[in-house]
């Protein structure tokens, strides 16, 4: 008896003095180790045994910076929260004496001297430019994107941000929904592949245990998950997807990002089957971190723990905080939910310090990889920044981005290149000829919108002193929308007045270059129509211009695929030149002068109408497939338009002409382990050098369940000289081949597989079959 109370003395004793040591080290303001020849591991744990629960979740603490970008501003407390050095990063704060004056700002109120860490959203380069991403990805240029990404990030990086909101990978089947133009379109290959082109070009290394290298910068995928299956097009709306969807299309793109070594991960706004994503356990904890083994950072959407309780899933922002760190969310941007409420539940006992410690030291763990904590101004070098910002390789770059991004979409009797040494008198009509504002797009924060090249002084500059003579009327204006009021929106809505004008020009011209498309405040980030025609009276002035009987040159400026039904029948040439940024004006006139080939291809389908959407490439043949060859009643198919789109996946024109020799199999049959070789030549034929992009397609031709008619596999692009021929060769093996069965494994069943090499989705000129053995 004796004994044992000795023992309680004694434990009592060591816990007592264990506690005294745990408060001390709670009221140090000393690092165990701020050096760097210890782990990371060891030196977050440093910091993190110092940390009081408040200042633990203060770093799970995220604001805007100045201004609400993209969402309702929550009772933002950030001035007291940066007092008592409770702000874990900041986002959309720019420049290197800015960013220096407020991470100053923190170091004075932090008592442990945490470098706080600067966020944005760089979508496509910073202040130079570059085309939308989905424009961009038309150009099928990997390399090219993995350029533009680290050109963005060295402009970035020197501006301050250590931390990109970018790339966005949602795969987007639904034109109506206004962010299709921040992603890679529609496609689960290409789509992963430009993810990890970008995740690379951002961080500018392999891995991101790697940042502390010079001007890394962590790269976010975003937005997990499905996003871009919102009901009906409208952003933030419901998803309601099979497990096997989920997997086989939305998932690789974001197991790309990972597979790339990319830093953190966005939370998307939407439910998905019932659960909103931003508390979403399965997600988060079974598939990122379980599955994939994630190890870096997760953030939430803008307000998106507050929206938990829109969504009727959380009974307060309380009930919120509690649901999303379950869901393994270490920072909360905007809501003011982690800071009001997580100490709280730790002291219900409702959630525990350990799951607090978890997201902490993630946090902790990215800042010590940028070299935050050995120097926290390490992005803010203002002679860097000078030096670095809109240098002229980056401009020349985005030229070279935005002429790979435009995409001809039709060329009648060859209406198109207009030569310089070939007189022509040319009307230039409508309301994108002098637009400025709109050429970044949406996403283009801190781009100079006042910089960018328009169309006419790109085509002024092209044909002074040529034979092509340009005179212009702007016919009509673009109708704009009151964000602010949403509901009654249009404003400025056009008149018919400058029509007369823009015909009396086109009646005495040559041909009419018609300047097109949707203000940028019609798409990105709630921006969805139900109408994707040319919005305002576009289409009305088109109409009055067909009357002259001139030949029309259509040159679009958009950020979604419009239905173009229409315009497609009506006028001679198409040139779909989406946002493109700094450089338009010149990359435009590149291509209509002929000075460069077009070799951009299409990464969502454009549609007959609306009522076809969602119309992608690698729909499923279902059991009454409609046969073009043999119609007939009672099949899957409209009574009132195609089935097919107006524009295909992979679609676009060039000034050449490429022709495919007949493609050969190394073997018509392949062992499981195996792998063959498809190889075919390319000769240009035309008159002109030019790039064609290879398309490799298969479809699995019977299986344990229906599959696409046809899936991208893989593609090159190559430059062919005028005459000249390429070999090419593919290899297929059964990874290649595999999907994922109703059992969510991933599987190569044996069977035939149609194989198509072509210029597109629907190009089947060129068919094989190959065999995959037992
Ligand atoms: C909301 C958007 O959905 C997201 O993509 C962006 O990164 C954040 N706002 C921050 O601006």
Redesign the pocket.
């Known amino acids: 008896m004796k004994m044992i109370n000795i023992l309680k003395y004694y434990s009592v004793l060591v816990l007592a003095i264990l506690m005294a040591a745990c408060q001390a080290d709670k009221n140090s303001t000393e690092w165990v180790s701020y050096s760097g020849d210890k782990t990371i591991e060891a030196r977050v744990d440093s910091v993190l045994r110092l940390m009081t629960l408040e200042e633990k979740i203060g770093q799970m603490n995220q604001y805007?910076g100045n201004f609400a970008?993209?969402?309702a501003l929550s009772d933002n407390q950030s001035g007291e929260y940066l007092k008592r050095g409770m702000i874990g990063s900041t986002?959309?704060v720019f420049g290197a004496e800015h960013v220096r004056m407020l991470q100053e700002q923190n170091l004075k109120h932090s008592r442990l001297k945490i470098p706080m860490l600067f966020?944005?959203?760089v979508?496509h380069g910073l202040e130079t430019t570059f085309p939308i991403p989905m424009a961009e990805a038309c150009s099928w240029d990997l390399d090219l994107m993995e350029q533009t990404a680290r050109a963005a990030a060295e402009e970035a990086t020197a501006s301050g941000v250590a931390w990109n909101?970018?790339p966005?990978v949602d795969i987007s089947r639904d034109p109506r929904w206004g962010?299709v133009m921040?992603g890679a379109g529609e496609d689960v290959y290409l789509a992963s592949e430009v993810a990890k082109a970008r995740v690379k070009g951002f961080q500018g290394i392999s891995h991101y245990s790697d940042l502390s290298k010079a001007n890394t910068m962590m790269a976010?995928a975003?937005?997990f998950v499905a996003?871009g299956a919102a009901q009906a097009g409208r952003d933030y709306h419901t998803v309601d997807l099979s497990d096997h969807s989920l997997y086989q299309t939305y998932l690789p793109p974001f197991k790309a990002t990972v597979d790339a070594g990319v830093a953190s991960f966005?939370t998307?706004?939407n439910d998905l089957n019932g659960v909103p994503c931003t508390a979403n356990e399965y997600l988060f904890k079974d598939i990122l971190r379980e599955q994939w083994n994630f190890g870096g950072m997760v953030v939430t959407?803008?307000t998106a723990i507050m929206e938990l309780v829109e969504h009727g899933v959380a009974k307060n922002l309380k009930d919120g905080a509690k649901q999303s760190l379950d869901a393994g969310i270490d920072m909360d941007?905007?809501s003011e939910a982690f800071v009001t409420h997580l100490k709280e539940l730790v002291e219900e006992g409702e959630i525990s310090e350990d799951q607090i410690d978890v997201a902490v030291s993630r946090i902790l763990e990215m800042k010590f990889l940028l070299g935050l904590f050995d120097d926290p101004y390490r992005y803010c070098d203002p002679e860097r920044e000078k030096k670095v910002v809109m240098k002229p390789e980056y401009v020349e770059l985005a030229h070279e981005a935005a002429k790979g991004s435009v995409v001809l979409l039709k060329n009648k009797n060859n209406t198109l290149p207009l030569q310089k040494n070939v007189s022509k008198k040319v009307a230039l009509v409508g309301p994108f000829i002098k637009e400025r504002e709109s050429l970044n797009g949406e996403w283009a924060?801190k781009g100079n919108r006042d910089k960018s090249v328009t169309l006419y002084e790109g085509l002024t500059e092209k044909y002074k002193g040529s034979a092509v003579k340009l005179t212009y009327a702007k016919g009509t204006d673009l109708p704009l929308i009151d964000r602010a009021t949403m509901k009654e929106s249009v404003i400025n809505i056009p008149d018919e007045n400058g029509f007369a004008e823009a015909v009396g020009i086109a009646g005495s011209s040559d041909v009419i270059l018609v300047a097109m498309g949707e203000h940028y405040h019609w798409s990105g980030?709630a921006a969805c129509r139900t109408d994707i025609r040319l919005p305002g009276n576009q289409r009305a002035l088109l109409k009055a211009l067909k009357k002259t009987g001139k030949p029309i040159i259509l040159v679009l400026f958009n950020g979604r695929p419009l239905d173009l039904s229409w315009e497609a029948q009506h006028v001679d040439a198409i040139v779909e030149a989406w946002y493109p940024g700094l450089m338009s004006g010149h990359a435009v006139a590149d291509i209509i002068a002929g000075d460069y080939n077009p070799s951009a291809r299409l990464v969502m389908s454009f549609p007959r109408n609306v009522g076809q959407i969602p119309v992608f490439y690698n729909a499923k043949n279902t059991g009454r497939p409609f046969d073009a060859k043999h119609p007939s009643d009672y099949k899957s198919s409209y009574i009132d338009v195609d089935n097919s789109p107006l524009y295909p996946f992979g679609y676009g024109l060039s000034y050449t002409s490429y022709a495919y020799s007949e493609v050969h199999l190394s073997a018509s049959e392949m062992a499981m382990n195996g792998k063959v070789t498809v190889s075919l030549n390319v000769t240009n034929t035309g008159d002109m050098a030019g790039e064609e992009v290879v398309q490799l397609y298969i479809r699995d031709k019977v299986a344990s369940i229906s599959r696409p008619v046809k899936e991208l596999k893989a593609f090159q692009k190559i430059a062919l000289k005028k005459g000249e021929t390429k070999q090419l060769s593919f290899t297929i093996d059964k990874e290649m081949l595999a999907f994922y069965n109703s059992d969510l494994q991933w599987v190569s069943e044996p069977g035939q597989f149609d194989i198509w090499v072509g210029s597109s989705s629907a190009d089947e000129s060129n068919h094989l079959v190959l065999d995959l053995l037992e």
């Open positions: 805007s970008t993209t969402g986002f959309n966020a944005a959203d979508i909101f970018a966005m962010r921040e976010c975003k937005h996003y966005m998307a706004f959407d803008y941007m905007i924060i980030e």
